[in-house]
């Protein structure tokens, strides 16, 4: 099947005799499964779908000016295909055009199968929005992510749990496969501080009465002595958003709901936010918010034009291990300087702790330390990190 083309757009940060043009595409699926309309009940949007060419285009009018001191132009494609083939087929035509950079809007399934189709040769691919731990230890080469992992997220949390002193959790999780890889990286990250799982319960969407403990809130967080706070792993959330306030204990609910571990979140009211809020806002017709896969798109793209435009040595071998250096000091207006990590390739950031309309925390909280950077208290270290 032929890749269904979406808008391609050809976005110029020019000077006068300008020598090199580089080639950076956003890819994306359409549908996505992940924002299933089917999901949607009452116009009640549980998964919102991103905006990934807009954010990229924020990134390209951001670094203008550092991009026309360094003589560089650029042109940024968006393309949409309608399943894995189409997307692969996009993929390599990009790379036979000269691609040097993919951005990834894809499930973990499919980044997994482009990168690998496109091997060691292919264009520098950036994860955008897919969390999870198993594409991290796949080791890929040409592979980097922005998407912060299950384990960040859960770690960020944890920390959370651990000044609180929240030490007895009820893990929830739906019965999807990627439900349960969420629980299971949370449970992990519990494991490591010692927290104590009081049980770890699946729901169930149905109303079928025979299944009443896993679809009736009461029943299934009932019959517990007790526990401190509710985590659940709901990647549709529609179970989750009535979680809270019925649970059969008066406790917190994080997770998909409540106190929910997000890259980026449109109330961070600091270093910078606002204005690249404001800045997203305004280049739609819609005005959407800017969401968490918007922000992971936008420094993918700031990450690599930082790289091409800041390495001294114009080599693209030159350029890739500076983009994977920790000389590599980006900006996401979170407050702390960004890098990638050597063993896993995923970017180092913090992780904001947010409500529907307020951000509670930002880890790594306070005391949490590390012995060569705070960031790498979230997510796996070095030491215990190996390739699948």
Known sequence: MRPALGLILSLWATVAGAQETLKIAVISLNPDPRYDEAMAYARIETNQASDPLTAAELALADMGMLLDTAGLTVELRSITAAD??????????????????????????????????????????INATA??????????????????????????????????????????????????????????????????????????????????????????????RDYDVVFVADSFGEYSRYLPFQTALP?????????????????????????????????????????????????????????????????????????RSPDLRLDGSKGAQLSFRSWDGQLRQPILLATTNAVIAIAPLEGYLHRTNTLDSLGVDEPEFSCD
Not at 88 to 98: K, L, P, R, Y
Not at 251 to 263: D, I, K, M
Not at 281 to 291: A, D, I, K, L
Not at 314 to 320: H, L
């Open 84 to 125: 894995l083939e189409g997307v692969s087929a996009a993929a390599a035509q990009f790379a036979v055009q000269g691609g040097r950079y993919l951005i990834l809007d894809l499930p973990a399934d499919e980044v997994d199968a482009v990168v690998s189709a496109l091997g060691p040769e292919g264009p520098l691919s």
């Open 251 to 323: 406790r917190p609910v994080v997770g998909a709901t409540g106190l929910v571990p997000l890259e980026w979140h449109w109330s961070l009211e600091r270093y910078g936010a606002p204005q690249v809020n404001s800045r997203f806002e305004t280049r739609q017709e819609s005005v959407q918010r800017m969401s968490w896969q918007d922000w992971s798109v936008w420094i993918a793209t700031r990450a690599v034009l930082t790289a091409e435009a800041k390495s001294r040595d114009r080599g693209p071998a030159a350029i890739e291990t500076f983009l």
């Open 131 to 224: 969390a999870e731990d198993w594409l991290r230890r796949r080791c890929h080469p040409r592979l980097l992510h922005t998407a912060a992992s299950d384990r960040m997220t859960s770690d960020a949390l944890i920390q959370h749990f651990v000044k609180q002193h929240w030490n007895r959790v009820l893990v929830l999780h739906g019965k999807t496969s990627r439900d349960l890889a969420r629980a299971e990286s949370f449970i992990e990250a519990a494991s490591r501080f010692r927290l104590r799982i009081a049980d770890q319960r699946a729901f169930d969407l149905s109303t079928n009465p025979a299944l009443r403990e896993q679809n009736n809130i009461a029943l299934l967080t009932g019959n517990l």
